[in-house]
């Protein structure tokens, strides 16, 4: 079994991970049952043939995604029990080698161990070939996969980009010649002329995690201008309806047709939220946003959806603006907050991910029966004040009135953050947010999209901006889905942006993984270098 040796199996904990050390023992393998990512670390060291990391079922995807990040060269082979085509396509992106099912036989699985090891093997003896003897990249093809996630190199290997470096290698597809100014990047990435080492640190450290994937990178200095891409760098196009993906790039709920009234009325008569079964039919959903001037992530935005049992399935904001009845109003807003602190205590728990600035929409009418109480629900769950924002919206005009102003002014104290949401720019009606106690304003999707469409309306938006960025006001706007929308936010006075060219509508799954690969600014607090540890069972 020397061949086999640390190769990992994932599989779930139970019956099945006893059958599994006795199949190996008969067969002569020394295993070890592991259950934190040191453990894995030293059971390396200790030179084990073969690891068992059982898993929870719904965790597998993040764990072996974590594992590959921390472990390039390990074998990783997940045995699961009732494995779809579309689960084992997730699980293969992630970073798993193979998947298999728990009825599969102990000598397949050892040849499939014999082949994971092998191909370890040779990529090494390859690696080291490849950096003792770079070929000469001018010409050659590179090509930009997974919406620009992933660059590939002529010989195949796959180097996975963060964000700063996706924009970098999109600046060299969209200008003429794969080649650019400094200047050109720094406005894309909303950076001022005096931080252009940025730029050169950027691609320094891209250049040298290309180095040790054993990659010879083909980007070149222009002695005081810019940066070209002396290979041939190619985007391609990724299918968009596809099973493969469902788990990166769900439909956009937004974008499915609106109910009519009758069945909007029909479907929010059988939504109960004081039954505690309701909450089975409650998901989330969560949308990254983007730092303007860093070109990083810099929080989330959280979106209830509801289906009902006729399968429509209806966002909380359209569910908040049309139940009738206060108590059900009030129940279904306490509910959101409840499971988001849950939710994010449990990240931290069983992962180490402290995900911070999560914006959770509520109606302004349902903060004065709850605002006090939000205080003491974080610290029963041990959450620091900046986990959780509140972005307040209204379908009628917002007034002043002592009461909202008083708890505006209870949650600053206490440094909860509270945005509020508009799709109205006017003038007049900006400035009578002049001295509210809030951190920001957040600018709905048709905003930007309608800007792009009409001059006129572009300069009103221009204007709202900066008055509201003299207010003090931090500006977030929403909707940003095609490079034209992004231009046209970068040269605002903005603090952030999201939308879909950055960030699809994700599962919990899919927003896990992302902030567990993402860079360490994102939704990371100081021991964010602190691995899993414990068990996670």
């Known amino acids: 079994m020397e061949h086999a040796r640390c190769v990992l199996i994932v599989l779930e904990e139970g019956e ?16 070890s049952v592991v259950r934190s990512l040191e453990k894995v670390a030293e059971a390396r060291q200790a030179r084990a043939e073969l690891l068992l ?3 929870e079922a719904g965790y597998v995807p993040l764990m072996v995604a974590k594992l590959r990040n921390d472990f390039g060269s390990l074998g990783i082979v997940v045995v699961q029990s009732g494995l779809s085509a579309s689960a084992r396509v997730q699980l293969l992106l992630t970073g798993a080698d193979a998947c298999l099912a728990l009825d599969v036989q102990v000598s397949e699985l050892m040849a499939w161990c014999h082949a994971v090891r092998r191909r370890n093997v040779y990529a090494a003896i390859h690696t080291t070939q490849t950096v003792e003897e770079p070929q000469d990249p001018v010409g050659q093809e590179w090509t930009l996969r997974d919406k620009g996630w992933t660059l590939v190199a ?7 980009l963060t964000h700063s470096e996706r924009q970098l290698m999109d600046a060299f597809v969209r200008h003429a010649d794969a080649r650019f100014s400094r200047e050109d990047l720094m406005r894309d990435k909303g950076l001022a002329a005096s931080d252009s080492r940025a730029v050169d640190s950027l691609i320094s450290r891209l250049r040298r995690k290309a180095s040790r994937a054993g990659i010879a990178l083909p980007i070149k200095s222009v002695h005081g201008w810019g940066y070209t891409f002396t290979g041939k760098l190619l985007a391609q196009p990724e299918p968009q309806d596809t099973e493969v993906m469902e788990f990166y790039a769900p439909r956009d709920e937004q974008e499915a047709a609106q109910p009519t009234p009758v069945e909007l009325l029909r479907a929010l008569e ?7 079964r309701a909450s089975e039919a409650l998901s989330f959903s969560y949308q990254l946003r983007v730092a303007t001037g860093t070109g990083q992530y810099s929080g989330v935005d959280a979106q209830v959806f509801w289906t009902s049992p006729t399968g429509l399935r209806l966002s909380s904001d359209l569910i908040l603006r049309h139940m009738p009845d206060s108590i059900h109003r009030q129940a279904l807003c306490e509910w959101m907050l409840r499971t988001l602190m849950a939710d994010v205590r449990r990240w931290w728990q ?11 929409k509520l109606p302004v009418d349902m903060l004065l029966p ?16 900046c986990c959780v924002e509140l972005d307040l919206f209204s379908e009628d005009e917002l007034e002043e009135t002592p ?6 002014q ?13 799709a109205d720019i006017e003038n007049y009606k900006l400035n009578r947010l002049r001295g509210w106690p809030l951190t920001g304003v957040k600018l709905e999707a048709d905003i930007i999209q309608r800007a792009c469409r009409e001059p006129t309306f572009k300069a009103l938006l221009e204007t709202a901006c900066h008055l509201l960025s003299e207010q003090g006001f931090e500006l977030v706007i929403k909707g940003v889905d095609n490079l034209e929308q992004r231009d046209l936010a970068l040269n605002l006075e903005l603090g952030h942006y999201q939308g879909r060219l950055t960030s699809e509508l994700m599962s919990e799954d899919g927003f896990l993984l992302t902030l567990a690969s993402s860079e360490p600014s994102f939704g990371q607090g100081p021991d964010s270098s602190r691995r899993v540890s414990g068990s996670i069972l």
Do not use: C, M
């Open 16 to 31: 099945g991970l006893h059958y599994w050390l006795e199949q190996l023992r008969v067969f002569g393998t020394k295993t």
């Open 370 to 385: 709850i605002y006090k109480r939000i205080p003491g629900l974080l610290r029963q769950f041990e959450l620091q004040p």
């Open 53 to 55: 990391f059982p898993v």
């Open 410 to 422: 209870y949650l600053k104290d206490h440094e909860i953050q509270v945005w509020l949401t508009s």
């Open 270 to 276: 059988t939504l109960d939220v004081l039954d505690p």
């Open 350 to 360: 069983d992962y180490s991910l402290r995900a911070s600035h999560i914006g959770l």
């Open 403 to 408: 009461e909202l102003i008083q708890a505006l």
């Open 154 to 160: 002529p010989n195949g290997v796959g180097l996975e």
